[in-house]
């Protein structure tokens, strides 16, 4: 996915299930969570410890909320006025994790003294909590307590309402074991801020806080990491149900609501009578469920919290069965739900928001889709899969469509289109664009010049004949048959490069906005992308903008059918990987069709927006390095994620190459794709598969240091090259700046003899390192070649 600067963005409230049940009994239960004066007790040298997180609560008070379902799960921490304490420890397991957290506390470590808390948990503190509580003498303190429960109440009504979907669920779980452990705190230095551990996510702890940037709230990620059991292989990490076969039955009306069933196999992977955990787009209100043909209660909240935690733009519903789900065998689950997807960016031009979340999904896990589409008979339809079905049955069109693999998501595309087809080497392609040009890309008619002097005007039968100015025509497919041929160029080199896509169907479809978004068989490509460069608006006229749009938008997105589709990030650490071998395919082609100096040009644009400060004068790439992920999106800089993950991973993967050699590269590319073919892969999968294309008597053969420098670290050196040549030896040293002390890398040296380059991958460090290089005459040129590698020479 290549988001750049989006032009329109809508909101809509969300819409939500009012009706009886047992969770929506149990979710008015939580948002009425009151603090128990009873069990409020004076409290010293209690310790609460979740692995990595250790809490000492020295001296103050602790009241707990009163029983929901059985247990309490709240509490508040009040540090005592007469020298009350309490303090938070917690040391991140990796470097990357420390500068994380020492970039938001400038300190590595976290060690705070709090003022306060507040606890929500389901996994068993409570109890424990009490049972400590009691095998000391208890003090308990209910006058205190009714201060506390008057001040706190609202506070605590409001967390468990930011978690309401997961308190909720974990009611309703007899499992404990994945229960959740989270706390508000107030800090004497670092004020407010939050801590988690949770057993259901990939890491199981995290800390962050609310963070602004220009009037938007971020949620900052100090650090997330898994923690210690799960580190150390003591515990399996926690794997959710799985989707299979989904068969979705859309009808969208001609005011462009829709109105869907989803039918899906599930399949659980351990026994618990949980209710079952789905997402779905906000934007999608799911109005009833069955499992197995019998129906099913369906909760769906509103929360704010835990979707900020998690960075995401779709919210959990619960779907609880009558009666408890054999996890032997696989259950069919049908879910109904209507909703607003589809947005006018107006002139007749339509664009789908909630693209992968249309529709209820848990991960984005391999699965086959069958896609049955009703909709307005005068607009024409683009959808992931290959066309099974098309008729049309009074106003409506049909549409039905299959996939021939598994896929990660399925998604459509609107619109009043005009269209062509190809078919390629066994696969079909469909090429979509508008016939109207939404209104944001309408030109802006340009205010009126300074009126010259009258001149005079020849006038025949007294009227001016004074020519005006045609008025401008924008075409919103001008540059269609080149997109056409760039798609076909794209996937027929890639197929040759790679090996084939995930799909033998692929439709290029227009979307009002200033990204693309590559999906299975799917592409959808900014309209600016379809519009001749001197038609584009003014401020896209710069000469990146233009490549941006006419060169790489196109086979970016067709790259996404490996990079993404056919080969899925294994977590988000990992998708500047997908992103970046995107875009160096994309790099490749460009170098492949026009030469390396367009090459050159990107790579020394991408320098240079990494070397773009922020408003507090530090630059972009040393915001945090690659493998913080979407973490860079961040109040320190939201444009930190594109810039570092896009670009400077371009370049991260542009050295590979370099190093390695072209032949190597491609042989090294193909592997990639066909050893992680429908599976994920992580950064390490992949640095480890890279070392077995590495030129015989590489320095740093395991590429560690490679990686621990350009995606686990941070910086651009500036190096300084001396040398003289005298006796038969090239000597001279390197020596860096700019970076911090523990930078070390490879940097390529080029040395001309007569007409022969070569090229010696030379290593800086904090100290100038010298080089001897035995060379029988003197060379023509030695120069640092800082198109093959992220630095800056030093003159
Ligand atoms: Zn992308």
Known sequence: MYVQRVLALFLLAGLHALRAGVARD??????????DPDECYRVTELNISKEDIKVYLSSGYLIFSKPIAGFRQGAVFVASTDGGD??????????????SLATYTQSPNLDEHLKAAAFLFTDGSAAELLASIDATPPKKVPEIGMVLAEQWDPVMRNLSHSFETRLVHDALSKNRQTGLFYMAISGKKLTNFDVLYDLRDREQVFVGALGYQNNRTFFDTWTSFPSRSIRNGAKPPESPEVLSDFRIDATIASDLTMKAVTRVRLTLRQSDSAPLLFSISPNMHV?????????AEVFTPESLRSNLIAGRDDRDFLLLPKSPLDPTKPHEVEVRHEGSVIRKAGEGVYYVISRGTWYPHTGPEFANYDLTF???KNLTLAATGSSVEERIDGDSKISRRRTDSPIRFAGFNLGDFQSVSMDRNGYHIDVYANRHVETALQPRPTPPAPSPPPIPRMRRDGLDLSPSPPPVLVDPAGRFAEIEKNVDEALDFMTASFGPPATRSLSITPIPAAFGQGFPGLIYLSTVAYLNPDQRPQRLHASYDQMFYSELLEPHEVAHQWWGNLIT?????????????????ALLLLERTKGV??????????????????????TLESIGPISWGRRLESSLAPNAWEVVAYQKGTWVI????????????????????????LSPISTDQFRELAQAYMPARSKDPDLKSFFENWVDGTGIPTVKLSYSWRAGKLSGTLAQSNVGDDFTALVPVEVQMAKQKTVYWLPIASDPIPFNIPMPAAPARVALLSNDCLLIPAH
């Open 597 to 618: 100096k367009p090459l050159n040009e990107l790579l020394d644009s991408y320098r240079s927006h990494l070397e773009e400060k922020t408003e507090t004068g530090r």
């Open 86 to 99: 309490a303090e938070i420890l917690l040391m991140p397991p990796t470097r990357g994790e420390r500068l």
């Open 287 to 295: 109005t009833e469920a069955r499992i197995d043909g019998q129906p």
């Open 26 to 35: 149990l979710a008015q239960q939580f948002e009425q969570m009151s603090l």
């Open 374 to 376: 009703r909709y307005p």
């Open 654 to 677: 542009h050295m590979l190459r370099r190093r390695m050699g072209d032949e190597n590269f491609y042989k090294f590319l193909r592997e990639v794709a066909n050893r992680y073919r």
């Open 569 to 585: 990030p294994a977590d988000y650490r990992d998708e500047w990987l997908i992103e970046s071998l995107a875009n160096y395919s």
